[in-house]
């Protein structure tokens, strides 16, 4: 049966706000028949705009963690988001733009489903186990992980295509004035969810589908 609705969904692996969004979404799509549709929209692609934005890295640590603490209280999952590992960690606060590369790997070898699973698994490493997502082998473990071969993936994530894939959804989230994520957009009514509970989400769904 063709699903009744199809949401874009753009996020960036290390937004907090994106780790609550997706666990609700994967309920509400087996209870809504949803298609959902991922794009990657890395906020910060770099050190460089790391530091642009949020200012050293020391910084730009304590800042983001604060985001987390808000994250945590409203989250469905409290106790997968570690701020004090995460404040430990041995490594600057890491950039989006590799896991982005990582998703869209992903993607191109498994389709949308393979995409999301290794969304949420680079989601746990960065929030739970204050691993560093920005790094290559990181994300290279972490996709063998979730079951990806690894030969396959290994060559989509460094082809070039990938790098394009992952800026066609930046361009694509800017042509749709996206500013930050998550975002969700009924593709049918264009239409965009409001950030909320599950419950929440829900009862936008079934307005959407009146």
């Not at 549709?37 to 800042?63: D, I, K, N």
């Not at 606060?93 to 191109?108: F, I, Q, V």
């Not at 396959?152 to 894939?165: C, H, L, Q, V, Y």
């Amino acid at each position: 049966m063709t699903a009744p609705l199809t949401i874009d969904f753009f996020h960036d692996v290390v937004c907090c706000w994106c780790f609550n969004i997706s666990s609700r979404m994967r309920s509400l799509a087996a209870e809504f028949e949803l298609d959902i549709r991922h794009h990657t929209f890395v906020l910060q692609a770099s050190r460089a705009e790391m530091t642009a934005r949020w200012g050293a890295p020391a910084q730009a640590r304590e800042t983001i963690l604060g985001h987390w603490s808000a994250c945590r209280q409203a989250s469905d999952r409290p106790e997968l988001i570690d701020i004090g590992a995460m404040r430990a960690a041995p490594f600057d606060y890491p950039h989006g733009m590799t896991a982005a590369l990582a998703c869209k790997a992903a993607e191109r070898l498994g389709g949308q489903g393979a995409h999301w699973d290794l969304f949420d698994r680079l989601q746990g490493a960065h929030l739970a186990e204050a691993r560093n997502i920005a790094d290559p082998d990181t994300v290279l473990q972490l996709a063998r992980e979730t079951g990806l071969e690894a030969g396959g993936f290994a060559r989509f994530f460094s082809d070039p295509a990938t790098a394009r894939a992952v800026e066609a959804d930046r361009q694509l989230a800017r042509a749709q004035q996206i500013r930050s994520v998550p975002a969700l957009i009924i593709r049918e009514t264009g239409t965009r969810l409001v950030n909320g509970s599950r419950d929440e989400l829900a009862v936008q769904l079934r307005h959407a589908l009146r």
